[in-house]
């Protein structure tokens, strides 16, 4: 059996009156020591948002330098701590942008360039993007289901309140100048949506997951299940393959993520 070593993105869910998304980062890497998920240098994230990291993935454990990075984002919401809580901005917080960008030169340093390496995103709540995508999405180029409306409050980032409106574009925009061979940026939040479209203004696909667990809310149809990626070659730019499988083990909305989907 292969080992499995957990990495989390972190949700709105856990910030809350009685829990912090910092209180569950220290807990999970007491109860569960191989655990990658990490905690942000301080200054990083912003209030309720420490769990901005990275994880290298090695094609084999002598290599000098990794095939792969995965990143995750912490896109906070939720409620802070306390009697008196109140909520947390829903965006990923711009502080990101910089640590972002300091922690690719580093790599970049100490690894060669970033064109050397591929790259997959996670960030729990899509960014504000992701609205204007589900506006133009083609059934039948960008299968998957698509039965979670974007357009309500707190869909995406930056929502919740109206004068946040665009604060995510700091992220998005830091995302997409600093990471290379990105294959895809991956969100949940939404558990009627399983589709993948590009935003052709930054030549990015954006993915939705799937919701897996019976926690939260569902629909008529919707079904629990995993999106799974496979890897077939180390080289950066070529495709990743991936789909939805339900846990019945029906699979759908299979695709490839590469320079000609969409």
């Not at 000098?64 to 009697?83: T, V």
């Not at 799937?210 to 990626?229: A, E, F, M, P, Q």
Request: aromatic share 10%; proline share 5%; hydrophobic share 35%.
């Amino acid at each position: 059996m292969r080992s499995r070593f957990p990495s989390l993105p972190h949700k709105n869910h856990d910030n809350q009156a009685n829990i912090s998304h910092a209180e569950e980062i220290l807990r999970e890497q007491k109860v569960a020591p191989l655990s990658y998920t990490r905690m942000a240098p301080t200054g990083v994230g912003g209030v309720g948002g420490p769990g901005n990291y990275w994880v290298p993935v090695y094609k084999q454990k002598t290599d000098a330098s990794p095939a792969l990075i995965l990143w995750f984002f912490d896109s906070r919401g939720g409620f802070s701590l306390g009697a008196n809580s109140t909520s947390v901005s829903d965006w990923v917080d711009t502080s990101v942008a910089e640590w972002l960008g300091s922690e690719t030169r580093a790599m970049n340093a100490a690894w060669g360039p970033a064109e050397k390496r591929g790259a997959l995103a996670f960030v729990h709540i899509p960014p504000s993007i992701a609205t204007d995508l589900q506006s133009n999405l083609d059934s039948e180029s960008e299968p998957g289901l698509n039965a979670d409306s974007l357009a309500g409050e707190g869909s995406v980032q930056a929502t919740t309140i109206a004068s946040d409106s665009d604060k995510d574009n700091v992220f998005w925009d830091a995302v997409n100048e600093n990471i290379k061979n990105l294959h895809a940026v991956f969100s949940g939040h939404d558990h009627g949506d399983e589709w993948c479209a590009r935003d052709k203004q930054k030549d990015v696909i954006f993915c939705f997951g799937k919701h897996s667990g019976y926690g939260g809310y569902t629909g008529d149809g919707w079904g629990y299940g995993v999106r799974n990626l496979v890897f077939k070659s180390s080289e950066p730019t070529d495709g990743v393959e991936t789909w939805i499988r339900l846990e019945d083990g029906e699979t759908r909305a299979r695709i490839t993520l590469n320079k000609q989907y969409n």
